[in-house]
């Protein structure tokens, strides 16, 4: 099985970004452990700050992975072209969020990608992405 996990902006950042509500673990740290943990997954991680990026890389991975892990972090909330990237795919993509974005601002409560996403993690710190990684291994 391979997955990637696609990171938006700012996340590059966590461990020193708002630790109160991000944590104080960087991704990269947290990368190498779920690489362990889940050894019998080859994952891959793309981060970008950038929004044409991150579509360029959703659409690089469609059949090249089985699944996507997706934190479009603030593009999530605005971005109508990653939104459009993700229906236009047919590999299943899970989006995730770090935070409990319902318990946030309200601009924060909308996302232009859960529609069209297998499912939905929020607020999990970043276990969410180990939950998001759990749901694509058979039972
Ligand atoms: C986030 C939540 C977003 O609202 C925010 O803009 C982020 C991170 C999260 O993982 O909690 O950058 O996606």
Redesign the pocket.
């Known amino acids: 099985m391979k997955l990637i996990i696609i990171n938006?902006?700012?996340?590059n950042l966590l461990g020193s970004?708002e630790p109160e509500?991000?944590g104080k673990e960087s991704f990269e740290a947290y990368f190498s452990q779920i690489q362990f943990q889940f050894r019998e997954i080859e994952l891959s991680f793309y981060q970008s700050n950038i929004e044409g990026e991150l579509i360029d890389e959703i659409q690089r991975a469609d059949k090249e992975f089985d699944g996507i892990i997706l934190?479009?972090?603030?593009?999530?909330?605005t971005s109508i072209g990653i939104g459009d990237a993700v229906k236009a795919i047919s590999t299943p993509v899970v989006e995730?969020?770090?935070?409990?974005?319902f318990s946030?601002?309200t601009?924060?409560h909308s996302s232009y990608i859960s529609a069209n996403a297998k499912g939905v993690i929020?607020?999990f710190g970043l276990q969410?992405y180990d939950l998001a990684i759990s749901s694509f291994l058979p039972k």
């Open positions: 938006g902006p700012n996340l970004r509500t991000y934190n479009a972090a603030a593009y999530t909330h995730v969020h770090i935070s409990n974005t946030r601002e601009f924060r929020i607020g969410s």
